[in-house]
């Protein structure tokens, strides 16, 4: 059994598993970015608490101690 582009449902090829095509691997990275895939949550998170917790976060951008 083939496995199925989960963008447009062709067979997919193993240079761009799982997808069938770069087209259809950068229309998924795409909605990646854009936030499309993203769980429901009541959460609310501000910008400046986000852009800090990743100012402290020091192995974010592989700096190193």
Known sequence: MT???PICRKASVKLYQPFCSK???DLDL???LNGN???PS???VSFEEF???LA???N???KIK
């Open 60 to 62: 974010f951008f592989g």
């Open 42 to 44: 009541d959460e609310e």
């Open 37 to 39: 895939y993203r769980l």
């Open 23 to 25: 087209r259809c691997a």
């Open 51 to 53: 852009e800090s917790e």
């Open 56 to 58: 402290n976060d020091d």
């Open 3 to 5: 496995a199925k582009c």
């Open 30 to 32: 795409g909605s990646w």
